[in-house]
């Protein structure tokens, strides 16, 4: 199999998972297809989400359970630009009181930091999607924000797209704290440049022979734009057709799922 023109010509490739590959636990048309053909044909590609609610291992699986096979080290998400974000401009050893789940959680343990559940004992307050947030869990975030600690966000997405609609996302606790505390928090995912560079550094390509593909416009198709990539918007997931011709900047391609642009 292989890709349509001029996308069989492109030699690498940055992929978001959620509304592009799958929604909530239902493969997308194409999807499979199309991460067979880039590898089949030599193009390089790597998975990059601001969804950092699993770790690289747990997406892995995920995508297995698909028909996708890959490998953690295709998988770029928010989290891991998170810890190497802070490993940068707060070295540990810190302690930081981490609102998330595993995937986060493990990428801050994992660049060596101490993970605490105390506002009193947090220096730095990093800030995910926590699929198991309680009333308890908010509060000392908001205490630990509310005392001035740095406040660092995975991602500013308000929503997660599952095959029943859209649940909330880590925008949705983002705007819970900022109402409670008067603050906005450091965001690291799409759409801000730094991750676009990371994951551009990770693929060993440059901006300009590069694909963003995503449904989100103002992350994927944004944030692509801003880094230097030609962006290709699916609508699978967030963005419909109206709304990705309208937008500026407007997406390079917009096709209506990714079989789109198979070759039968
Ligand atoms: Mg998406």
Redesign the pocket.
Known sequence: MTLKPPFNTIPAWLI?????IYRGAKVLPGAAEFIQTLREQGQSFLFL???ATKTPEQSVQRLAGMGIEVQPRDVFSSALATASHLTDVFPPPRRVLVLGGPGIQAAVCEAGYDVVTRAEEAEIVVNDLDQDVTYAKLAEAALAIGAGRPWIATNA?PSL?TERGNLPGTGSLIALLSATTGREPEVIGKPETRIFEQALARLGAAAPDTVMV???LT??ILGGHQAGLKTLCVLT??ATRAEAEAYDPRPDWIIPDLEAILNP
């Open positions: 978001d998972m959620d509304g592009v989400t601001n969804n997405d797209p995503g449904d989100r992350t994927d997931g967030i």
